[in-house]
């Protein structure tokens, strides 16, 4: 019967479950669930075990598996470990810092592009326009032109049902997405198209190379012109599966935490003030002046809020690892071993809110990143984009996307919460965000 109970309440509410185990364990503690062993770490002190192991100890590869459905064979998480590290290197080129430069201009004219259907007052539902506004960017960004052109707006609703199909019992029953999700909304059916129509990758291959690296500067060609060890390179199905890997990553985090920080600000009056007086300050011009990488930098405040939504409401309540080897952890002046087989857990939305490292973690406070209070550079404390080796590669474009997209609406457009609560966190999403609807009125600024 335990074990039926701990599998029950973490399908109720995984996050409430833990919270109370953290208060009455401590640091490190070990839930049987539906046969398996779960050690949790939460907290900075045993986080530097959780993300420094190498993958010989603590491997991804064994707890993800559950993405397959989503995202094809042999990619990432079902690839073998030298195939999934040629597309992890082939994403995170295309993730360099030299490109993001490029990419501001691109968001700015989808965002302002958008917009222009709006008019100059009326109401809309956050989530949703942020969403499609996350997808958008991203694909116009990371896809290129072929693909954007060609994306309509179903799509955001299609990763967003995606997002929802997967939940913290995926992990347990592998195949639960395909009985959440209808076999219509999965990539390999209505991303078809997708990748048939819109990849197109055989088109480009025939041009020659010199022509495709001067014109094609996107994921898509990275992809293509990416080799494995072997020689070989990704099939059309491989790019593909690549793209809605990459999209799907990003897409949830930017559109939540976008959703978060916006929603935040106008909770919090004196700080959504400051982020106008921020941009008035920097992006000089008015509503109409042009932002660029430099400018966007220099968004200080704006920057810390999207961080503070990140830490109190981050997308992915749970990091796992499965343990390869026996390995020990450091906990309150004891060490503790954790065997082979386990698989291992860190929960940041746990972790960010423990009173001793975030002073008063309930409370929306952008400025506790500022010096010198600096609360987040306790080593392993502020998860926000996971940490370590598999830190997420896609962090500095999460930001840039956020930011740009944000100072955008926040410079031509007044907003109101139509109801000031905020919605509950869906936690029984394996993807974190709001439950319902965040109804808003806008009304164009003078």
């Given at each position: 019967m335990p074990l039926l109970g701990n599998a029950i309440n973490f399908a109720k509410g995984p996050l409430q479950m833990i919270e109370k185990l953290y208060l009455e364990h401590g640091k490190i503690f070990t839930v049987p669930i539906m046969g398996k062993s779960l050690t949790f770490l939460i907290g900075s002190e045993t986080h530097d075990s959780f993300f420094k192991y190498p993958d010989e100890v603590l491997s991804q590869n064994e707890v993800y598996g559950f993405m397959k459905p989503v995202f094809g064979s042999g990619i990432v998480y079902d690839a073998e470990p030298s195939r999934r590290s040629t597309q992890m290197k082939a994403?995170?080129?295309?993730?360099?810092?030299?490109?993001?430069?490029?990419?501001?201009?691109?968001?700015?004219?989808?965002?302002?592009?958008?917009?222009?259907?709006?008019?100059?007052?009326g109401t809309f539902d956050l989530i949703e326009i942020l969403s499609k506004l996350t997808i958008l960017t991203a694909s116009r960004c990371l896809h290129g032109n072929e693909i954007?052109?060609?994306?309509?707006?179903?799509?955001?609703?299609?990763?967003?049902?995606?997002?929802?199909?997967?939940?913290?019992?995926?992990?347990?029953?592998?195949?639960?997405?395909?009985?959440l999700i209808s076999e219509e909304m999965l990539p390999e059916k209505k991303c078809a198209g997708f990748s048939a129509k819109l990849s197109k990758p055989e088109k480009r291959r025939a041009k020659s190379h010199e022509e495709s690296n001067s014109k094609n500067l996107d994921i898509l060609q990275i992809f293509m012109d990416m080799k494995y060890k072997d020689g070989g390179q990704a099939t059309n199905d491989e790019i593909t599966g690549l793209l809605i890997a990459l999209l799907f990553a990003g897409q949830h985090t930017s559109s939540i935490s976008s959703t978060w920080t916006l929603s935040m600000c106008l909770l919090n009056p004196e700080i959504l003030g400051r982020v106008r007086n921020e941009q008035e300050e920097l992006v000089v011009g008015g509503k109409d002046a042009p932002i660029d990488f430099e400018k966007l930098g220099n968004l200080e405040l704006l920057h810390n809020c999207m961080k503070e939504a990140l830490r109190m409401f981050?997308?992915?309540?749970?990091?796992?690892?499965?343990?390869?080897?026996?390995?020990?952890?450091?906990?309150?002046?004891?060490?503790?071993?954790?065997?082979?087989?386990?698989?291992?857990?860190?929960?940041?939305?746990?972790?960010?809110?423990?009173?001793?490292?975030f002073k008063e973690p309930s409370k929306f406070d952008p400025d506790r990143y500022a010096p010198p209070r600096e609360e987040h550079k306790?080593?392993?404390?502020?998860?926000?984009?996971?940490?370590?080796?598999?830190?997420?590669?896609?962090?500095?474009?999460?930001?840039?996307?956020?930011?740009?997209?944000?100072?955008?609406l926040i410079r031509n457009y007044d907003f109101e919460m139509i109801d000031k609560a905020l919605p509950d966190v869906d936690y029984s999403s394996m993807v974190a965000g709001p439950k319902g609807k965040i109804m808003m009125r806008y009304k164009r600024r003078d």
């Open positions: 994403m995170s080129n295309g993730l360099r810092s030299s490109r993001l430069q490029a990419y501001v201009p691109m968001i700015e004219n989808e965002v302002k592009e958008y917009m222009k259907s709006w008019g100059d007052s954007r052109e060609n994306m309509h707006e179903k799509v955001s609703k299609l990763y967003h049902d995606l997002d929802q199909g997967i939940t913290p019992v995926s992990f347990f029953f592998p195949n639960a997405p395909l009985a981050p997308p992915l309540i749970f990091l796992m690892r499965y343990a390869k080897k026996s390995f020990t952890v450091p906990a309150n002046g004891k060490e503790y071993t954790v065997p082979k087989g386990h698989i291992v857990v860190s929960s940041p939305a746990v972790a960010m809110r423990i009173p001793t490292v306790v080593p392993y404390a502020y998860l926000g984009f996971g940490g370590g080796m598999h830190q997420c590669m896609g962090q500095q474009f999460g930001f840039l996307q956020v930011k740009t997209i944000l100072s955008i």
